[in-house]
T-cell receptor
Framework: DAGITQSPRHKVTETGTPVTLRCHQT?????MYWYRQDPGHGLRLIHY???????DKGEVSDGYSVSRSKTEDFLLTLESATSSQTSVYFC?????????????FGPGTRLTVL | GDSVTQMEGPVTLSEEAFLTINCTYT??????LFWYVQYPGEGLQLLLK?????DKGSNKGFEATYRKETTSFHLEKGSVQVSDSAVYFC????????????FGQGTRLTINP
């Protein structure tokens, strides 16, 4: 199994509070991704990183920010959580560029915003 | 933009039945196509992939053929097992650099003994 951990695995928070989710990898892969999974939508890309301090927006980036200060860590921050951000969040990594490579997924973080 | 459409679920079958999960896509270019599987409580795992027209991806008895003329990538298995119960996602990616996957909505499969 690819060495990807996510923390916390579960979190319940209140509307308006800041939340940070952490993804940690031990594979030294260049690319890291954050997705959210919602019923009826599959997974949707939030943000991704192509190197330390290099990040870009995905399909559903509004309300989220990311940071990558080290190769192994990719943080997802909800500056002011809303109920619409209740979801399961997955981190993924890949080592190579191009459209045909495998992404390895972490175990997910279930976030509930009350 | 790019999109992926999967057949609606949930799908319930008996053990040893034949499985088909339909997947069609819309893309501006020439994408790579994937099937990912998610077992209960876990993240996604790559099941199989195809990178060009008429390629057949296969793994664990599952197969899918990249059909450019019908923009489809249907997943099939000849004889399903209880252990195949999971959620299956069709996905595509295209372009260079970071691989930005576009997923279908997922199909929940339950196999009864």
């Amino acid at each position: 199994d690819a060495g990807i951990t996510q923390s916390p695995r579960h979190k319940v928070t209140e509307t308006g509070t800041p939340v940070t989710l952490r993804c940690h990898q031990t594979e030294n892969h260049r690319y890291m991704y954050w997705y959210r999974q919602d019923p009826g939508h599959g997974l949707r890309l939030i943000h991704y990183s192509y190197g330390v301090k290099d990040t870009d927006k995905g399909e559903v980036s509004d309300g989220y920010s990311v940071s990558r200060s080290k190769t192994e860590d990719f943080l997802l921050t909800l500056e002011s959580a809303t109920s619409s951000q209740t979801s399961v969040y997955f981190c993924a990594i890949s080592g190579l560029a191009g459209p045909y490579n495998e992404q390895f997924f972490g175990p997910g973080t279930r976030l509930t915003v009350l | 933009g790019d999109s992926v459409t999967q057949m609606e679920g949930p799908v319930t079958l008996s053990e040893e039945a034949f499985l088909t999960i339909n997947c069609t896509y819309t893309a501006t270019g020439y994408p790579s196509l994937f099937w990912y599987v998610q077992y209960p409580g876990e993240g996604l795992q790559l099941l199989l992939k195809a990178t060009k027209a008429d390629d057949k991806g296969s793994n664990k008895g599952f197969e899918a053929t990249y059909r450019k003329e019908t923009t489809s990538f249907h997943l099939e298995k000849g004889s399903v097992q209880v252990s195949d119960s999971a959620v299956y996602f069709c996905a595509l990616s295209e372009g260079q650099g970071a691989q930005k996957l576009v997923f279908g909505q997922g199909t929940r499969l339950t196999i009864n003994p």
